[in-house]
């Protein structure tokens, strides 16, 4: 029962920001994300409304009506604001303030709820004035006003690279797990670039970035050739490598003559010099680089890949269905390095962005800074689409940068976005959780209304079989 | 690991040959079998001789190693084994190249590779490399040996809680979160009440909890059950190091059980080497050594043990002979992660004594390693655990006395030697056929 029905119009073009979670079902490739054929079956609903014109006729508003509350959009919003939910309940309840007020709930109910609120509408505000606007600093002019909003887009910039990595593998029904070890290889790359070398500042920076992706594709690569040509599992694999990458750059950041900065003792690379960093876009005190037009960059050329080229039209074949891509003519195994190569090199986008634009004072071990897992919770939000993953990006980067100022201003450990961002991506992988929790029509079930009638005419046919 | 299905990752499966008949209708149809014969093994061999002959005679070293193998308390003191390098290099380069003829003359001739080739293959080369990595110094082997199983207890814990998952075709990438929810639940509970007993159970009922997470979204939900392992790792790093930051560090007496006092089993306790390595460990070790075996018979020869095979391999005949394959799913997968929580005990109630900020540092992705280089198999399983507890147990050792080898390249052995298990160079390795497949009852 992996095979979902699809609308029949477009066997083969998925409705892409309908699909609420990630991978697409294929036959030797993991299964799909959520594999029952009712939800499928909604979620491409809205544009091609095949299933239930039958309803749409007796009673088109609620029909309408339990599409737009089944779509992916509703989903997302819903399973965000659950997660915030949870994580201020989390926050309500390690908050001292509360924990004191809980002792004498019964007595005085009202300090409790106020000190919850407090700590959460607190702890939430700054995590708003942390990445969008910053009211507090509004007195100081226009630039601390929004400078929040570029620290988003800053921590958005490598987000969005390696989300569309993951996304990618998504679409031909690989995981990439593997984005720690890929973004390891071309931080080094890129920064083995920057310091051994000595070139005309545009040019540098842009070989830098290149060779960074090159690595970070190889990495990935190796995987994918072991998926193809031995059948091992890419997601085992791509651990596996992650950790071997980790020893081996630790390795080399902590060996003289290799990546370590001369002169020191500490396992960190030298500082990369001015004809390698990406520029502020603005200028000071903004530390947006020019590295974030690179993801959107990067984003526009992944849509391109996936839905307009000749490459993307098989990745997705294979994605759904390696088998029959396979009887189409298409080199599956082919197609599988290359997907890996492709995926390897979104990450190393993001991993060279780190080295030339976000950490460019000389990069250790932990360069990667969590981007490589992040990026899978990115890519499952945005629907595995390459915009989709640019907006779950822009939100998990906001979160980002206002997780600090939350820590900062709150004392509210920067751990929590972690968690609210696993709960997102379990609700937006479970929708029919979701919906259960809002009450919200499950697909595939008829309307209350449709089976009253239903049941109905069911019991007048079999009390006219019984009278004849 | 019988079954005869064959899967899209296991190519060099042996196939059966389709019979070449001419007349389609010919009365009896004999099936003609192909005889595979996989080269990998002993091209494998030959390639660590090589590497055995480069490293330990080529690049040998001058002088000789002394390996301590008495220990205090020892009924016989052994003496020490006085090796010189050079000689023992060679003699075991010529031994290795001997067993790789051997495994090639068993492939030529179509017969079975016993385990003892590659275990001797295998301790060969490690003593080798130990009297070359010690030139001129002193390697206490019960020291190695009884860190090598320290180290190992969790993985295997882990490996156990993949094994009876995964063999219940629930494929469980959240290892590492039931271990580090069992070591911070543990520390938690065992803190608050004083006590180490209900800290255990504390532990694994934290894993359990995890556990059914994973098995409800996997299950019932039928979200793809890697994600949900990846996502649960990284909610159980968030969870626990906020609890961590925002409570535990206000609240140091919740972060300070008693740990668990070492028994040491009179009589056998006082067996040279291995009396020490195995004998002088907490409680929580002594139930693995219980819990591994009844895991192993009870896998193979009891009625759960059947079903949950079954349901793992072929979910829908199990279902057609009555077992209510989802449910039994369900409570497996919670069962592995209360012998996974238990393993996470070990970290605060055994070994450290508090609960610290990502303290299990990726032990459940090696964990995982070891159930697939285990061949899913319990026993196997825990083999490639303790095989991958003593090269860190090594690479401790050797960076005590200043190894030749940098210790980043012994850490990264347990995912290189997987690496090659999963690409088919180093043993087989299959999944249960339903591993990860979420059964959808038609």
């Known amino acids: 029962m992996n095979e979902t029905p699809r609308d029949a119009d477009d066997p083969i073009e998925p409705h892409a920001p309908q699909r609420p979670g990630g991978s697409p079902d294929s036959g030797a490739a993991p299964t799909a994300v959520h594999a029952p054929a009712e939800a499928e079956v909604q979620v491409a609903a809205p544009v091609a409304p095949t299933d239930d014109r039958t309803a749409d006729v007796d009673d088109p508003w609620g029909s309408a009506f339990r599409r737009i509350m089944g779509g992916n959009l509703v989903m997302a919003v819903l399973a965000i604001l659950t997660s915030l939910v949870v994580g201020g309940i ?20 009202g300090d409790m709820l106020s000190a919850v609120w407090t700590a959460v509408s607190g702890a939430y505000l700054a995590l708003f004035q942390g990445a969008v606007l910053n009211f507090a600093a509004a007195d100081r002019g226009f630039i601390y006003l929004i400078k929040p909003l570029t620290d988003t887009l800053n921590f958005a910039t490598p987000l969005i690279a390696a989300g569309l990595g993951v996304a990618l593998a998504f679409r031909v029904g690989l995981f990439n797990i593997g984005g720690r070890g890929q973004m390891l290889w071309a931080a080094a790359a890129s920064a083995w670039v920057g310091f051994a070398f000595q070139m005309p500042p545009i040019l540098h920076v842009i070989v830098a970035i290149l060779v960074g992706i ?38 080399m950041l902590r060996t003289p ?74 080199n599956v195994k082919r197609l599988t390095v290359y997907a890996m190569l492709l995926s390897g090199a979104f990450m190393g986008l993001a991993g060279a962005q780190q080295v030339t634009g976000a950490v460019t004072t000389g990069f250790t071990a932990g360069i990667d800074a969590g981007i490589g897992f992040d990026a899978i919770t990115v890519a499952l939000l945005g629907g595995s689409t390459p915009w989709g993953t ?17 820590q900062a201003a709150e004392g509210v450990p920067v751990d929590i976005i972690l968690v609210v961002q696993s709960f997102i991506v379990l609700f937006i992988a479970a929708p029919p959780l979701v919906r259960a929790m809002f009450g919200l029509p499950q697909p595939g079930r008829k309307s209350r209304r449709q089976r009253r009638d239903e049941a109905a005419l069911a019991a007048m046919t079999q009390q006219k079989g019984a009278q004849s | ?43 494998s061999y030959a390639v660590l001789t090589l590497v055995a002959l480069v490293l330990f005679v080529v690049a040998s070293r001058d002088g000789s190693t002394t390996l301590r193998l008495a220990s205090v308390g020892d009924f016989v003191a052994l003496p020490d084994a006085v090796l010189p390098v050079r000689a023992t290099g060679i003699v075991v380069v010529v031994l290795l190249a001997a067993l790789t003829a051997v495994s090639t003359w068993l492939v030529a001739t179509v017969r079975k590779q016993g385990f003892w080739l590659p275990l001797a293959f295998g301790v060969l080369f490690v003593v080798a490399f130990l009297v070359w990595a010690g030139a001129d110094k002193m390697i206490p082997i019960p020291g190695l040996l009884f860190a090598t199983v320290g180290l190992s207890v969790p993985l295997i814990f882990g490996a156990m809680g993949g094994v009876i998952s995964e063999r219940a075709g629930v494929v469980n990438i959240a290892i590492e979160a039931q271990l580090l929810s069992g070591a911070f639940s543990g520390a938690v509970i065992a803190s608050s009440t004083g006590s180490a007993v209900l800290g ?22 039928f979200v793809e059950q890697v994600i949900v392992g990846v996502v649960l790792n990284v909610l159980v790093v968030g969870l626990t190091n906020f609890l961590y930051s925002s409570v535990l560090t206000a609240n140091p007496a919740l972060n300070s059980p008693d740990r668990l006092p070492r028994i040491p089993i009179p009589g056998i306790e006082t067996i040279p080497i291995i009396g020490p390595a195995l004998f002088e460990h907490t409680v929580i070790v002594y139930a693995m050594f219980i819990i591994v075996p009844v895991i192993a018979w009870g896998l193979f020869k009891t009625t759960w043990g059947l079903r949950l095979r079954a349901i793992g391999e072929h979910p829908l005949a199990a279902d057609t002979v009555g077992i209510k394959v989802n449910r039994l799913r369900f409570w497996n997968v919670a069962l592995a992660g209360a012998v996974a929580g238990l393993g996470g005990a070990y970290f605060t109630l055994d070994t450290t004594g508090a609960f610290n900020r990502e303290m299990t540092a990726g032990l459940g992705y090696i964990a995982l390693a070891a159930v697939i280089f285990g061949q899913w198999h319990p026993l196997k399983a825990t083999a490639a655990a303790l095989l991958f507890g003593f090269a860190s147990a090594l690479q401790q050792t050797l960076g005590a006395i200043g190894s030749p080898v940098p210790s980043e390249f012994m850490l990264m ?12 160079f180093i043993g087989q390795s299959r999944a249960p056929a339903a591993s990860g497949k979420p059964y959808i009852k038609q």
């Open chain 1, 214 to 251: 090159a690595a970070g594709a190889i990495w990935a690569g190796i995987a994918g050739a072991l998926k193809a040509y031995t059948g091992a599992h890419e997601v085992i694999s791509t651990i596996m490598l992650n950790f071997v990458a980790f020893w081996f750059i630790t390795w």
């Open chain 2, 413 to 424: 052995l347990p995912y290189v030697i997987t690496l090659l298990a999963v690409a088919g």
């Open chain 2, 200 to 221: 255990i159970l504390g532990a694994m009922l934290a894993g359990v909890l995890v556990s059914m997470v994973l098995a409800v979204f996997a299950i019932r939900y």
């Open chain 1, 90 to 109: 989390l926050i309500a309840a390690t908050d001292e303030r509360v924990q004191e007020t809980a002792g004498y709930f019964f007595a005085r109910p």
């Open chain 1, 257 to 330: 003559g290799l990546l370590q900065n001369p002169g020191g003792n500490n396992p960190i690379s030298p500082p990369m010099p001015e004809t390698a960093i990406l520029p502020s876009i603005f200028g000071p005190p903004f530390v947006l680089h020019w590295g974030f037009l690179l993801s959107v960059l990067a984003v526009i050329v992944c849509a391109w890949l996936i839905n307009r080229s000749n490459l993307g039209f098989q990745f997705r074949a294979v994605g759904y269905n390696a088998s029959a891509a396979l009887n189409a003519g298409m």
């Open chain 1, 390 to 406: 640019f907006f779950a990006g822009l939100l998990f980067g906001a979160f980002k940068a206002g997780g600090f100022r939350m």
């Open chain 2, 1 to 43: 690991m019988t079954t005869q299905q064959p899967t899209a990752a296991q190519p060099h499966a042996e196939t059966t040959q389709q019979p070449t008949a001419a007349q389609p209708h010919a009365e009896t149809i004999e099936l003609e079998r192909a005889v595979v014969k996989h080269w990998k093994a002993p091209v």
